[in-house]
C-alpha cells in the first residue's frame, strides 16, 4: 500500500512540474513577442571588444586585459572565441 501511496505521489509531482514548465515557456515566448525577454547585455560595447582583441593580438596578457576592462578573464576569452568563430569558414 506504501509502495503505491508513494507512486501515485511522484506521478502527480511530475505532472504537476511538468505543468509548470510547460507555463514557463509559453511565457517566455510571450516575454520575447514583447521584447522584455533579451537577456543580459554584453560586458563591452562593439568600439571596446574590437580594442581588446587589438590588444590580445599583439601580445597583452589576457589577465591585464581583463583588469584594464574590468572583466573575467573568462569573459576575455569569451570575446576571442566569438572573433575566431566569425574568422572560421
Known amino acids: 500500500m506504501a509502495n503505491l501511496l508513494l507512486s501515485v ?4 509531482a511530475e505532472f ?12 517566455i515566448v ?3 513577442k514583447r521584447g522584455v525577454y533579451r537577456g543580459r547585455t554584453p560586458s563591452l560595447d562593439a568600439g571596446r571588444a574590437a580594442e581588446l582583441r587589438e590588444k590580445a593580438a599583439s601580445g597583452v596578457p589576457k589577465a591585464a586585459l581583463a583588469r584594464h576592462f574590468g572583466i ?18
Do not use: D, H, N, W
Not at 505521489?9 to 502527480?12: L, S
Not at 512540474?17 to 509559453?26: A, F, G, M, T
Not at 573575467?72 to 569558414?89: D, K
Open 30 to 32: 510571450l516575454a520575447k
Open 9 to 12: 505521489m511522484g506521478a502527480f
Open 72 to 89: 573575467s578573464r573568462e569573459t576575455v576569452y569569451a570575446y576571442l572565441r566569438a572573433e575566431a568563430r566569425r574568422t572560421l569558414p
Open 16 to 27: 504537476e512540474r511538468s505543468l509548470i514548465r510547460e507555463r514557463q515557456r509559453e511565457g
